[in-house]
């Protein structure tokens, strides 16, 4: 049984019939990865998985138990957690608060110690900067609290909304080492929405394609690169 | 050339508003105005310093109690961005339950036996009281609103106020009623004899200070001043109340849920917090301060007129507080609250006013801090993106 299984759903944004049927698998410990362009879906689907928008039609299957309908905050306890687009830090907390906040549903003191204190030492800007507001750090540091603070809440699926939008290069792979250490080290399943395809279908094992509210490709990332219509769309071949 | 213009320009900055707007014009000349007849007062000795004494302990116990309702209004639009009208008659619920409380202890004889516990639980029940009316709020005027456009909650927050006024009228009529007396005497050893009282000429003395009905003549660096226990009372109750629940906001895991519920509910949402729950939470904090509040409010002496409109007054003055303040900030409502309970009970006498004019100086108030600020004191400008 895949440990996530989106079936078919279709989801509105208003009157925008934003998601057109989309079906995605997602196994235990992999990294999928969603490309496509601007208005595609990607952030719906990832919402629609989350609760935050709900399916109109279709089902949503955590190991084969429906959560199509199940209120956001107790999707997240089920251990399904988004870091969404655009960062969204909670600007008037503090650093470390938002990491705390990002632990909302755990309970083992012990544990949470321990994830912060990885976070700190994966980027040290941060534990410099703890008790700073969230509102006052650049761009940057507010995408490691943001990767941070989604690691804190210790998920099985983690979906990642645009982890590296407007970051610079050296930022950008340091976010992915860490995606790549949750995967590997965590065993955390990895739900990854991306602009830069080529670096997501680097880390990703597999990938969908969507467009305009349906999937038009999907497959074995590598096949994916080397496929002549993903490079001439989305790789910039 | 460009940046000596520039230098020129900030050094003047603060003459610019009021060449932006004749509100600051008329504002600027009012608020003149109002120092130069205080400070003649001052000096003419119009206005003695025992006066302003009486007054500011006067006006922090009082004001005290606008910080507590303020806080109310300010937590829940810090997080629904609506104005709960209605809280006013939360306060009024705990009033009229901490009446129940008190009479039933009256009559039982425990309000004469064990003053301090009856009295500690009828601010128990006053605040439960708040809390059920306050939680039912929520649940059935406010939730089901929750995605409609601003102003209909806000409609509905007034007819929910109209409403609940109506039926505790109905319920438990038109008539007003008052607390019991209380003789609370504290410090029995320290003070003997010290609390004496002629009735039919005969003037008998009891040991130890009277906080809650007592009034006491006191010498303080050659000023003869006339002190009401109970204002400190209230003062003190009310600010290890606001204290709690800045250690509450600032400390919790629930009050970090409520901060990041207040600034983004879906990010709060997908942190796996409960945004409905936390939003009944705020609903609760702010009806326990509002609950707490009426029972203060209603042991004073001479205050409590208990009736189904009495919330509106304490509500509105509140509400200007929280105002006054900067709306949806917590520090600024203990601070409004204070501000205008002194203003109010200092500025008509200095002013040389009657004092039925406080209503005018409060209102008068908040029309000057809306001129010159209008986000309040402690208030920050709305991001284009939370308006």
């Known amino acids: 049984m895949a440990l996530l299984e989106v079936q078919d759903i279709h989801s509105y944004y208003g009157k925008i019939h934003a998601l057109k049927g989309i079906s995605i698998t997602v196994e235990q410990g992999e990294i999928v990865t969603l490309i496509g362009g601007n208005g595609a879906g990607k952030s ?12 109109a039609e279709g089902r949503i299957l955590l190991e084969g138990e429906d959560i199509t309908k199940t209120p956001p905050h107790e999707i997240v306890a089920r251990g399904i957690v988004q870091s969404p687009e655009g960062r969204k830090i909670f600007t008037r907390l503090t650093v470390r608060e938002n990491l705390e906040i990002g632990a909302f549903k755990r309970n083992d003191l012990a544990g949470i110690k321990k994830d912060m204190e990885y976070v700190f030492e994966r980027f040290p800007r941060l534990k410099e900067r703890q008790n700073q507001l969230g509102g006052t750090l650049s761009g940057g540091e507010q995408q490691m609290l943001a990767m941070g603070r989604a690691l804190m809440a210790q998920p099985r699926i983690l979906l990642l909304d645009e982890p590296s939008m407007g970051l610079a290069p050296l930022l950008v792979e340091a976010i992915f080492d860490v995606i790549e250490y949750l995967n590997k080290e965590n065993g955390t399943t990895i739900l990854l929405v991306e602009q830069n395809a080529l670096m997501a279908l680097g880390v990703a094992h597999r990938g969908y394609v ?5 999937i038009t490709h999907s497959g074995i990332a590598s096949d994916l690169q080397n496929d002549p219509k993903i490079i001439e769309a989305y790789l910039g071949g | 050339m460009a940046s000596e213009g ?3 320009t900030r050094r003047y900055n603060y003459l610019l508003p009021l060449l932006r707007s004749p509100m600051y014009t008329i504002g600027a000349a009012f608020l003149v105005f109002l120092v130069v007849v205080a400070a003649s007062n001052v000096l003419t000795g119009e206005y003695t310093p025992e006066q302003f004494i009486q007054q500011l302990i006067f006006g922090l116990s009082q004001g005290s109690i606008y910080s507590l309702i303020a806080l109310g209004y300010t937590l829940v639009y810090g997080i629904l961005f609506m104005i709960n009208f209605a809280h006013g008659e939360v306060f009024m619920a705990g009033a009229y339950m901490g009446f129940f409380t008190i009479y039933g202890f009256q009559q039982s004889g425990f309000l004469q036996e064990h003053t301090f516990l009856a009295l500690l639980g009828t601010l128990i029940a006053g605040m439960l009281a708040s809390v059920v009316v306050a939680v039912l709020l929520e649940r059935i005027a406010y939730r089901p609103l929750r995605n409609a456009p601003r102003l209909v909650p806000l409609i509905t927050a007034i007819g929910a106020s109209i409403t609940l006024q109506e039926l505790f009228k109905l319920l438990f009529g038109a008539s007003a ?12 050893s320290l003070f003997e004899g010290a609390s004496c009282e002629t009735l039919r000429g005969e003037t008998i ?24 226990p109970i204002s400190f009372v209230v003062f003190f109750v009310s600010l290890a109340i606001m204290i709690a629940l800045w250690f509450f906001i600032q400390r919790t895991k629930t009050g970090r849920a409520m901060r990041a519920v207040a600034e983004d509910k879906n990010t709060a949402a997908l942190m796996g917090i409960n945004v409905d729950r936390t939003i009944v939470t705020t609903f609760v904090l702010g009806a326990l301060l509002a609950g707490a509040g009426a029972v203060l409010f209603s042991m004073i ?3 409590g007129q208990i009736e189904s409109r009495m919330g509106f007054f304490p509500g509105i003055k509140a509400f200007t507080a929280a105002v006054i303040g900067g709306i949806g900030n917590v520090p600024g409502a203990m601070f409004g609250g204070l501000f205008l309970g002194v203003a109010e009970s200092v500025g008509p006498s200095i002013l040389g006013l009657s004092n039925q004019l406080k209503d005018v100086v409060s209102f008068g108030l908040l029309v000057l801090v809306l001129i010159f600020r209008p986000t309040g004191f402690f208030g920050e400008v709305l991001s284009e993106e939370k308006v």
Do not use: H, W
């Open chain 1, 210 to 214: 969507l467009q305009s509210g349906y």
């Open chain 2, 205 to 228: 003395c009891r040991d130890g200070i009277d906080i809650v009905s007592g009034i006491y003549t006191i010498n303080l660096l050659g000023m003869e001043l006339t002190i009401r």
């Open chain 2, 6 to 8: 520039s230098t020129v």
């Open chain 2, 301 to 303: 002496p001479g205050n």
């Open chain 1, 44 to 55: 719906t689907t990832l919402n629609t998985i989350c609760g935050i928008v709900r399916a």
């Open chain 2, 177 to 188: 009623r008052r607390f019991p007396d209380i003789k609370l005497y504290v410090f029995q």
